[in-house]
């Protein structure tokens, strides 16, 4: 994934506000955090980043379509509940509907795979 320059700059704003949110380098008693502690910290608040990220990126991609073509038989399938889902990723677990359409012809529900 190329980014422009200025999705760069603006990675690096969100790098700068990232470690505000941290805090110092520093315990409450003055000492110094090893490199292990402060590699953990940031660990934390880039799988908990990512995961929020993806969270808003899967509903953005979820369908609002009121049917769909039925892939056993072909024909429109009306939407039904949304089915909720736990994704586990490399990051996490995200938390997601997907939404459920019903082919009246094959009495199955079918989940299907949009773009």
């Known amino acids: ?13 969100l790098v700068v506000e990232a470690k505000e949110i941290l805090g110092g380098c520093l315990h ?9 502690e402060l ?5 934390q608040v880039g799988d908990r980043f990512t995961t929020q990220l993806l969270l808003g990126r899967v509903a953005e991609r ?6 769909a073509d039925c892939p056993t038989c072909g024909r429109r399938g ?12 490399d990051r996490g677990e995200v938390g997601w509907s ?5 082919c009246r012809s094959c009495r199955r529900s079918f989940f299907p795979s949009f773009g």
């Open 98 to 102: 997907e939404p459920a359409y019903y």
């Open 39 to 43: 590699e953990e910290e940031c660990i």
């Open 1 to 13: 994934m190329d980014l422009s320059a200025e999705k760069q700059r603006r990675l690096r704003e």
């Open 78 to 89: 009306e939407r039904g509940p949304e089915e909720p889902r736990i994704l586990q990723t």
């Open 62 to 67: 979820a369908p609002d379509a009121p049917s």
């Open 28 to 36: 409450p008693d003055g000492r110094p955090k090893t490199f292990a």
